[in-house]
Structure formats: structure tokens, C-alpha cells
């Protein structure tokens, strides 16, 4: 599926309101990305850079680990880049927009992260290389994406239905693997584990709208979505399976 990155800005942007309400495992992934990070990082980084930064559930405990860097964080959605610069007033975090599809207005860092947001890359390899580009040599890269095993059981409701689920296409981890090859070495991966139960379909569908991930993909026809939802009142877990990795610029 080609990523319509209007829709996705337009879908982060509306979301941005709502989005720490609705982002559920994404709050426990960011903290437990933090302290992964926080173990793993050798370096005392002077410049960070932060792509993807959504409402700074990340950007503020990068921060508190680093509190004197300069610090660069990055969203495709003005609205969460609105968000952030309103919340996180009085700190030394700049924001801006940026696509990490396009090149990084930055190069030097230190340090460069990225959580729950490659997989909305249109090209992996592309986006892996602009930030090789933006880091120094021997710079670290962090990065968290969920694997395509994600939302398994909502794929099969849909399918049960003879109905595309309009989600994200989900990378596997050796897809991952193959494009950061070459750009990144000392390469350490783990694979973490996250369930959140909702009490049926459409109460798992609502929250994904409110905190943008849907992403504001169209395509299926409202009276199949809601031909779905009828017939899946039961509960609905929401699965996903994210695989945390650093690895060294060359």
C-alpha cells in the first residue's frame, strides 16, 4: 500500500489533541525505549536528533537523560509539532516539521532516535540513509518500529469479512535488517511484546483514529467497515510486537 502522506499529516495533525489519551501502548513503548536506550547510549550526546516526535512522550525523557543537549525533534504533522512547542515551552527542545523521507536540515548529531514512526516511511532504505547522512561518524541510532506480526487478530476479522484492513504495511524484521545494511554496524536488536484489550472491534478502531495511527488511510467502503464492526462485538485484543535497535554510523 503507497502511504498518502497528506492523509497521514492530516491524521496526526486532527489527532494531536487526543493522542496521549488514546496512545496506550505507545506510552509504555516510549518509556521502556527510553530506559533501553538509556542502558545501551555510550555517548554523552551534545546534539540529538528526534524524528517522528509525535506529542514528546519520547522528546521529555530524552531530555531528563540528557539535559543539556541540543535537541532537534521532528514530526510530519504541524499539529503535533504545534503541540509540542506549546507544552514544551521553556525547554531547550526545538520542533519542527520534517518528513524523514526527505533529507535532514541537520548533519553532526550525536545521537539520532526514532520511535513508532519508520514504519510510515515510504521507503525504509531511503529514510535509514538520511539519517546516516544527518549523524556523524561513529553517531548512534536508536530506533523502535512494530513488526509486521502487529494487529495480527484485527487483519484476520477483516479478512473473515472478505475486507482490507487499511493499516500501516508493516515491515519484518529482516527487511529491517537488509536496510540497514551498510550504513549502520555494531548493530543490537530486541523484540518487545504489547497487548491492549478493548471490548470489541469498534472500540479498538476508535482509538486508533484518535491517536492518528489509522492513518487516515481510505479505501474501504463505510457500509463494509460497518458491516465488520456488527459482527465483531466480542473483545478485541490489539497486539503488537516492536523491535527495539541501536547501531553505530559508519
Known amino acids: 500500500m503507497i502511504i498518502s502522506k497528506a492523509n497521514l499529516e492530516r491524521s496526526f495533525s486532527r489527532a494531536a489533541a487526543t493522542y ?13 525505549f527510553a530506559a533501553w536506550l538509556a542502558v545501551r547510549s555510550a555517548c554523552c550526546p551534545h546534539r540529538i536528533l528526534e524524528a517522528g ?44 516539521v520534517h518528513d524523514f ?8 548529531i550525536d545521537l ?6 519508520l514504519q510510515w516511511s515510504r521507503n525504509l ?6 539519517f546516516h547522512l544527518a549523524l556523524r561518524p561513529g553517531g548512534e541510532f536508536f530506533a523502535a518500529i512494530p513488526l509486521e506480526q502487529s494487529l495480527a487478530r484485527v487483519r484476520e476479522l477483516f479478512h473473515e469479512e472478505n475486507a482490507v ?5 508493516l515491515p519484518t524484521l529482516s527487511q529491517i535488517e537488509h536496510a540497514l545494511n551498510g550504513l549502520f554496524h555494531n548493530l543490537s536488536m530486541e523484540t518487545l511484546r ?6 470489541d472491534l469498534h472500540s479498538l478502531l476508535r482509538s486508533m483514529h484518535r491517536n492518528g495511527t489509522s492513518g487516515g488511510n481510505t479505501g474501504t467502503p463505510v457500509s463494509v467497515l460497518k458491516e465488520v464492526i456488527r459482527n465483531h462485538r466480542e473483545p478485541c485484543p490489539a497486539e503488537y510486537q ?5 547501531g553505530l554510523r559508519t
Open 194 to 199: 504489547y497487548t491492549e484489550d478493548y471490548p
Open 165 to 169: 484492513f487499511r493499516g500501516p504495511d
Open 125 to 130: 532504505r531511503i529514510a535509514l540513509e538520511h
Open 20 to 32: 496521549d489519551d488514546a496512545a496506550l501502548f505507545q506510552k509504555q513503548c516510549a518509556e521502556d
Open 53 to 96: 516526535c509525535g506529542t514528546g512522550q519520547l522528546s521529555l525523557r530524552l531530555h531528563r537523560l540528557f539535559p543539556t543537549a541540543q535537541f532537534l525533534a521532528t514530526d510530519l504533522a504541524p499539529g503535533m509539532i504545534r503541540f509540542c512547542t506549546e507544552h514544551f515551552a521553556g525547554t531547550p527542545i526545538h520542533f519542527q
Open 101 to 108: 523521507d526527505l533529507p535532514f536540515p541537520v548533519s553532526g
Open 242 to 246: 516492536v523491535v527495539f535497535l541501536k
Open 112 to 117: 539520532a532516535v526514532s520511535a513508532l514512526s
